[in-house]
């Protein structure tokens, strides 16, 4: 099983911005789509991005302009740009990658910022 990475995370004022990353150890190639998660506490896990395979993006309604998802086949590492941070950004953020019904999931990287 393909075991993923993230990195990245932090603290950060209201208005700034964090890169996540997320490696994998073996190939996202094939993947059918690379996503991001966050939870925050006493919170569901919530979808923020995900990457197709043909490069189709989806954003949750509330990082939509501000966070962009990417993804490098050749590296096996995607990525998570975020920008103009708010303290409801605030959680653990966790990559999964998905091959059909098969994935993965790293084990999260916590994401705080404070107004």
């Known amino acids: 099983q393909v075991q993923l990475v993230e990195s990245g995370g932090g603290l950060v004022q209201a208005g700034g911005s964090l890169r996540l990353s997320c490696a994998a150890s073996?190939?996202?190639?094939?993947?059918?789509?690379c996503c991001w998660y966050r939870q925050a506490p006493g919170k569901r896990r919530e979808l923020v991005a995900a990457i197709a395979r043909d490069g189709y993006t989806n954003y949750a309604d509330s990082v939509k302009g501000r966070f962009t998802i990417s993804r490098d086949n050749a590296k096996n590492t995607v990525f998570l740009q975020m920008n103009s941070l708010n303290p409801e950004d605030t959680a653990v953020y966790y990559c999964?990658?998905?091959?059909?019904?098969?994935?993965?999931w790293g084990q999260g990287t916590q994401v705080t910022v404070s107004s």
């Open positions: 999964n990658v998905n091959w059909g019904r098969s994935g993965s």
């Open positions: 073996g190939s996202i190639f094939t993947a059918d789509a």
